[in-house]
Nanobody, 128 residues
Framework: QLQLVESGGGSVQAGGSLRLSCAAS????????IGWFRQAPGKEREGVAQ????????YYYDSVKARFTISQGNAKNTVYLQMNSLKPEDTAMYYC?????????????????????WGQGTQVTVSS
């Protein structure tokens, strides 16, 4: 059973930056897709960014391209989401999720049935 723990959320003003971390345990060498998702109050969950550990492929939701960067840490068991130029509309609970091993990243718009493991989330609040 893979466990995911997010950290790094907080409150910032518009234009600020945050770096979210998603730590997975136990570490496995399987290539898999790691995704960041977010859900704002009263809205549906949406895919933000994905990273495929097999080849380092990255995928982004249009509204975060050029502002967010997803990457894997040197320790390989952590995936980061660097968020720059934050906007009030980025305010949400952010979740990381891991897909079953060996499966490439699905479309960011879903379906997300291959994401079997989810973290508890970390809150990001951006004030104007």
């Amino acid at each position: 059973q893979l466990q995911l723990v997010e950290s790094g959320g907080g409150s910032v003003q518009a234009g600020g930056s945050l770096r979210l971390s998603c730590a997975a345990s136990p570490y496995t060498s399987f290539s898999r897709c790691i995704g960041w998702f977010r859900q704002a109050p009263g809205k549906e969950r949406e895919g933000v960014a994905q990273f495929y550990t097999g080849d380092g492929g990255t995928y982004y939701y249009d509204s975060v391209k050029a502002r967010f960067t997803i990457s894997q840490g040197n320790a390989k068991n952590t995936v980061y989401l660097q968020m720059n130029s934050l906007k009030p509309e980025d305010t949400a609970m952010y979740y990381c999720a891991a897909a079953r091993g060996g499966v490439r990243c699905p479309p960011l718009s879903g379906p997300w049935t291959d994401f079997l493991y989810w973290g508890q989330g970390t809150q990001v609040t951006v004030s104007s």
